[in-house]
């Protein structure tokens, strides 16, 4: 659905885009996550049609983006970080404003406005003034907006950013149901956590480049290398620490309070191989688990450009 290469931009000597590439597949959600100034903005802004590019390409859908500005605009529904209402509007005339933009009227915006005001869970409000609407439901507002003209490619640029938890999770669950709906997303977002729960695949952005693409799963492990087991033993705690560290796979291993703590750079058989040994050779085992990192943690690393370059 989404194709860049090697699309680079600069503004004066700051280099914004330094050969970004980026594939998406028709139906994904996507999450575009980097710190700030890492160039994310910058490439929705072009894929969108907003900004010309230095150079590379853009393809939506097989249509040349950046030569084919007209049909591009009929593929995307772009939401910016910053967005601007008209307050005097009530939120359904609002949505009927921006569909005779797109050349819908009559009976067809009036039930595609009220259609869309469901979709976004704010139908109750079609008749409230858009001034008078809350952040989170200005922003849902917004989102309606960018489907007025049934885009098949949405460009969302911290869509959930100043609202509150329920907001967030109303976010959330619009998103899932665009997804069911055939939509492919892409969006970025300071709220890692919710990425991790909704994105079908991540992009980790930095200095201008996608450092890798996949799914958070696939990321974490390219990131963090080797994973962390916390392995919680009844006793015989020294005879365990002596095995773990003669075991294959395994690195650092730490013990404090019968709970051991190792690095194990194997896969799922080989770990399930660590468990069964200790098994055999009686080590009364209590728990024995992963350790689940975060987006957060893979945010931290990747905003530290010496661990960046040891983790990739």
Do not use: W
């Not at 989404?2 to 004066?12: A, F, V």
């Not at 980026?22 to 900004?51: H, Q, Y």
């Not at 008209?86 to 404003?97: G, I, M, P, Q, V």
């Not at 009976?107 to 008749?127: Q, Y």
């Amino acid at each position: 659905m989404l194709l860049i290469k090697d699309l680079e931009k600069s503004y004066g000597k700051f280099k914004a885009l330094n050969k970004m590439n980026l594939d998406i597949k028709k139906g994904e959600i996507f999450g575009f996550i980097g710190p700030n100034g890492a160039g994310k903005s910058t490439t929705m802004k072009i894929v969108s049609g907003l900004l010309y590019p230095d150079s590379g390409e853009v393809y939506v859908d097989g249509i040349d983006a950046i030569k084919n500005n007209k049909k591009l605009k009929e593929k995307i529904g772009y939401m910016p970080d910053f967005f601007g209402v008209y307050d005097n509007l009530k939120a359904y005339e609002y949505l009927e404003f921006y569909g005779s933009i797109y050349g819908i009227s009559g009976k067809e915006i009036k039930d595609l406005s009220m259609d869309l005001l469901a979709l976004v869970n704010l139908e109750n409000k079609c008749d409230a003034y858009v001034d008078g609407l809350s952040r989170g439901m200005k922003q849902r507002l917004c989102l309606a907006r960018c489907l007025i003209h049934n885009p098949q490619l949405l460009i969302l640029d911290e869509p959930a950013s100043g609202m509150d938890p329920r907001a967030r999770f109303e976010m959330k669950n619009i998103l899932k149901n665009l997804k069911d709906m055939g939509k492919t997303i892409l969006v970025s977002s300071h709220i890692l956590s919710e990425l991790g729960e909704i994105c079908t695949n991540i992009g980790i952005v930095e200095s201008g480049q996608l450092v890798c693409q996949g799914t958070v799963e696939d990321i974490m492990n390219t990131a963090t290398g080797n994973e962390n087991i916390i392995i919680t033993v009844m006793n015989k705690e020294e005879k365990a620490v002596k095995l773990l560290k003669e075991m294959p796979k395994v690195g650092k291993v730490k013990f404090e309070n019968k709970i051991i703590t190792i690095t194990f750079n194997g896969n799922e058989e080989e770990c399930v191989g660590l468990l069964k040994t200790m098994i055999m050779n009686d080590i009364p085992i209590i728990s024995f688990n992963k350790e689940v990192s975060s987006l957060e943690d893979l945010f931290i690393k990747i905003t530290d450009k010496n661990e960046l370059k040891e983790a990739l």
